[in-house]
């Protein structure tokens, strides 16, 4: 059943104290309870009828009739083999309740970690190798309908002294994620462990919050990167079996309280692929840059940072502090060669703004070129306790295929 309790209202209140002025025509998010004490093929028994025509739509549209497609999906997840024991659960439990084929549901857990391979690696450390494409026999993985941008901002605000966290997250195909997408209440015991931001069919956090005095927000972001390793090395990751980036940040906000616990974890757990976690929590935050194996880079709230002033920090999907011209070429957003970038565009607001309220911040991640494939959004405070989640609308309407 959809989660309707104490803990709900008190955000809705919440999020009417700290009062945002958003647009017309945005569309709530539905929020379902996942239970970690049922057996984990029963977890999503609730919510999948709710999403699984559209879900059966992605596959006929993209998978079903592309057997180049499938089968390098499906290869990869063969040699992958089963994640973990719960894990591996719950996706058998939404391939049984779906009737979805078991290889699609494994295959679409990767997809975090495979869109980092849709943008060409060029290395701008000195490597000699200025290119890095993806590893042959898998050339079929550009023909993934998905691809992620994403903007997440995290900024102190003057006037309350608490710090906000705005998030974008951008997914393609839009008419598919935008029907995707749901609010996951996480229990135990009859009590809120946490929320995310979820996608149907997919077992893994990707925007989530987690209450308490000295509680937390988490962002992923992909990490389109240049790094030692490389696409192979991510692909090596993926075969091998190493535990999903997904994962291992859902297992942090089961188990750990603390945002300075938190940062600990993701800075030492191994990732599958490189990616960018944007971590919020009371009068802190950060942005930590991940290799699959150590930190590359981290921007602290508070810090000088590499062009920003010390009250806000910023990532979309490339490594501005380290130069990576790649993302003058983002073309997300309407943006490219000649026009702002995401994060550009996001500055202009942020450096010109007196005070970095929540209504900048929700204004800033709905202007012109900032605002790109967006199917979620979220304006988070911690200290207040402000889970404002919406979704806005496409210009043409949602579509199911």
């Known amino acids: 059943m959809k989660y309707n309790n104490n803990k709900l209202i008190l955000f809705c209140l919440i999020a009417c104290i700290v009062s945002i002025t958003t647009s017309e025509g945005r569309r ?17 028994e609730e919510l999948l009828p ?41 996706i058998e439990g939404l391939a049984d309740l779906s009737k979805l084929p078991l290889k699609f549901v494994q295959g679409i857990q990767m997809l975090y970690e495979i869109q980092t391979l849709m943008v060409p ?41 608490t710090v906000y966290h705005a998030r974008n997250l951008d997914f ?57 390793g490389g696409n192979k090395e991510m692909i090596d990751n993926l075969e091998s079996g190493r535990k999903l980036n997904g994962w291992q940040l859902r297992k ?23 990616e960018y976690a944007i971590v919020s929590g009371v009068q802190k935050g950060q942005i930590i840059s991940r290799n699959p194996d150590n930190v590359a880079y981290r921007q602290v709230l508070g810090q000088k940072n590499f062009d920003e002033p010390d009250d806000y920090i910023i990532i979309t999907n ?33 450096n010109s703004s007196t005070a970095l309220t929540a209504q900048v911040l929700f204004d800033t991640i709905n202007a012109e070129y900032v605002l790109a494939d ?24 949602v579509v199911v295929l």
């Open 318 to 350: 490339f490594d501005f502090f380290y130069h990576d011209i790649r993302e003058q070429f983002d073309p997300t957003a309407g943006g490219g060669f000649k026009k702002p970038t995401r994060r550009e565009a996001a500055q202009k607001i942020l």
């Open 28 to 44: 709530a998010v539905k929020t379902f309870e996942i239970n970690l004490d049922l057996a984990p093929e029963k977890r999503y």
């Open 172 to 228: 393609s195909p839009v008419p598919v994620m935008t029907n995707l997408v749901y609010n996951g209440v996480f229990t135990k015991g009859g009590k809120e462990i946490f929320r995310s931001q979820m996608i149907a069919g997919y077992t893994m956090v990707i925007t989530a919050f987690k209450a308490g005095k000295d509680g937390y927000a988490i962002e992923r972001n992909t990490r389109y990167t240049d790094h030692w």
């Open 252 to 274: 942090i906000l089961e188990t750990t309280d603390t945002f300075d616990d938190a940062i600990q974890k993701i800075s030492t757990i191994p990732y599958a692929s490189t």
């Open 121 to 161: 690696i060029v290395n701008f450390t000195g490597h000699p190798k200025r290119i890095d494409p993806i590893p042959e026999g898998y050339e079929a993985l550009l023909k993934l309908p998905w691809h992620g941008g994403c903007t997440g901002i995290i900024a102190r605000n003057s006037k309350d002294n």
């Open 374 to 397: 967006t199917v979620f959004q979220a304006i988070i405070n911690v200290e207040l306790g402000l889970w404002n989640i919406s979704q806005p609308d496409l210009k043409d309407g």
């Open 50 to 90: 709710t999403y699984n025509k559209t879900v059966w739509g992605f596959y006929n549209k993209y998978f079903a009739k592309d057997k180049i497609l499938t089968d390098i999906l499906y290869g990869l997840a063969d040699k992958r083999g089963p994640e973990n024991e719960e894990q591996q659960k719950e």
